[in-house]
């Protein structure tokens, strides 16, 4: 490309509306332009880097034996609500009405409509094992779009299923796309730790998430010190330690004044004790009914937990009305006298004589005891993973980090094949359902990953095989003829070679022009002026500080080195 008659948009500010460090690296460099909260457009040198991406999985698909399709983004509304995942993404899902009344959805994902696809082929044991992907766009109205890339409304996605005749089969084709997966990351030049995480968005048994450690990471997950335990947060399970010495003395329950006393913090001060003396209550409404939920004072409900409890996903918080309505008081919640079910996170097991609510305006009970003065239906892990809490595993602290997540893969075993009566007959005319995997790359959410691991002060630092252009060929003065002579054919030649190419032949001061070949994150720049009568040029690599002189009989071959090392 010409830069002098090419299409881009490089500003000299930081806009002012983005959080994270990689969308405004983008929207300076003019990688992409911003429609709206969540909305984008990728422009010419932004597609280029989308096409790289698309490239090197495709190529690392291809050595699994995957074979690529390309599925609709807008399908009958029925797929979904035949697999109850309507449900699930709930307000997360686009919908809209067509001719006839008749209701569609923009599709969040696409398992649904892969199964459906292969019941054409699959019939006999002897039509499996095979894989699809694809590299589609899909929607999904995120409530936060405030990450830029990382939480697109539409989002491209790299997503692959996998199609076996039993488990055994399964495992295989999941641990192949594992691996892919990770050479797809390695060769983007990111790290990544790979965590548990729900499988319930998907309908699946088991999934794991690649994640990039990141300071301005949209998930938080947990990493043990100790051992290889790692998880997203929403599903991190905390180590439960039964008390050995259980012969503690039961105190009198006693009602105590509490006037404005509402908070934790308030009542730790109050009563002078440690977070394990008070019990919080809280009421939740899931399908309709009230629910208390009792957590040591210090912790927080996970939603997430309580969803895969409850076997719901319609929970809700009461507002203040209701609560004072079925007769508690917002403040004073407790659970000694209630009517409604509770449940308590496991850790509530380790304690007694506590405070808690007394359901009466400025009063609370001191020194209750469970079983004694109120009733627990069920226990189970309901609390947010916190920095008190261990590893599950191994009972050692644990690291709270950010991270991106670029990767999720799932075992989604029968789940679909029996919504959609996808069956095979086997060896001894037995029919069996077909198990399937589940597997997708964020295109957008790696490139965000991509630039928050990969830039400096002055811009963007590209790995050579997704940066958009390989090679910038920055001429100094474009009035200088043999300055233009020579650079024009340096560009032509390395056109020829097949390396994609930048000259920058505008009428700008190179200052300027290092600026932007800094901004937009070329890997290799090649300065033509100062020594080119030396039969001379400056050389550069964008990940180093310095540059060098080479000669000009020599730049091709060193490209050519450089870049076949890549």
């Not at 009198?252 to 209550?281: A, C, Q, W, Y």
């Not at 700008?508 to 030396?534: A, C, H, Q, W, Y």
Request: aromatic share 10%.
């Amino acid at each position: 490309m010409r830069m002098s008659s090419g299409f881009f948009i490089t500003r000299k500010e930081y806009p002012k509306d983005e959080n994270t460090i990689s969308a405004k690296l983008l929207i300076k460099s003019g990688m992409i332009f911003k429609n709206d909260n969540g909305i984008y457009s990728y422009l010419p040198m932004g597609l280029k880097v989308i096409n790289n991406i698309k490239d090197l999985i495709r190529k690392e698909m291809e050595k699994v034996n995957a074979e690529e399709v390309l599925m609709p983004s807008i399908v009958d509304y029925s797929y979904f609500e035949n697999s109850g995942r309507n449900v699930i993404f709930n307000e997360e899902m686009f919908t809209l009405k067509g001719r006839n009344n008749k209701e569609y959805a923009l599709c969040p994902t696409h398992e649904e409509l892969f199964a459906y696809l292969v019941r054409n082929k699959i019939q006999s044991y002897k039509d499996l094992h095979f894989t699809l992907f694809q590299m589609s766009n899909k929607f999904r109205d995120e409530e936060h779009p405030e990450y830029g890339l990382i939480r697109k409304k539409e989002f491209l996605m790299a997503d692959a299923y996998s199609f076996d005749a039993d488990m055994s089969g399964l495992d295989v084709s999941y641990d192949k796309m594992y691996q892919t997966f990770k050479n797809i990351f390695k060769r983007c030049n990111l790290d990544t730790i790979v965590v548990k995480s729900d499988p319930e968005s998907m309908k699946g048994t088991s999934s794991e998430e690649f994640q990039v450690v990141c300071d301005f990471g949209d998930n938080k997950v947990i990493k043990c010190t100790k051992c290889s335990y790692s998880s997203n947060i929403e599903d991190a399970s905390c180590l439960i330690k039964d008390k050995k010495d259980k012969s503690y003395d039961i105190r009198m329950l006693r009602k105590i004044h509490t006037p404005g006393i509402k908070t934790v913090k308030e009542l730790k001060e109050f009563f002078n004790v440690d977070d394990d003396k008070i019990l919080k209550s809280i009421i939740i409404k899931a399908d309709s009914k009230y629910i208390m939920i009792l957590l040591k004072g210090s912790d927080e409900l996970n939603i997430s937990k309580l969803e895969r409890v409850l076997k719901t996903k319609n929970i809700e918080i009461p507002s203040v009305y209701e609560l004072e309505k079925i007769g508690t008081e917002v403040g004073f919640i407790g659970p000694i006298k209630t009517t409604m079910k509770v449940i308590a996170d496991a850790e509530v097991k380790n304690m007694h004589n506590v405070i808690c609510g007394a359901n009466i305006k400025d009063y609370h009970y001191k020194n209750a005891n469970p079983k004694i003065d109120f009733t627990i239906d069920r226990y189970a892990d309901l609390k947010t993973f916190n920095d008190r809490s261990l590893c599950p595993k191994c009972g050692s602290p644990c690291e709270m980090i950010n991270g991106i997540e670029v990767g999720h893969i799932f075992k989604l075993e029968t789940n679909y094949s029996k919504i959609y009566n996808l069956k095979y007959l086997d060896e001894t005319n037995q029919f069996n359902y077909v198990h399937m995997g589940s597997y997708g790359i964020g295109i957008d959410r790696l490139i965000s990953a991509i630039v928050e691991k990969n830039h400096d002060e002055n811009g963007i630092i590209w790995p050579t095989i997704i940066a958009p252009y390989k090679v910038a060929i920055v001429v100094i003065n474009v009035n200088d003829k043999d300055s233009y002579k020579y650079s024009k054919m340096l560009y032509e030649r390395l056109l020829q070679n097949g390396i994609d190419t930048i000259l920058d032949d505008r009428k700008e001061s190179v200052g300027v022009k290092f600026n932007d070949m800094d901004l937009l994150g070329i890997p290799i720049r090649i300065t033509v002026g100062r020594k080119l009568s030396d039969d001379y040029v400056e050389f550069k690599l964008r990940n180093e500080t310095s540059s060098r002189d080479v000669k000009t009989g020599d730049v091709l071959k060193i490209i050519d080195k450089i870049l076949n090392n890549n």
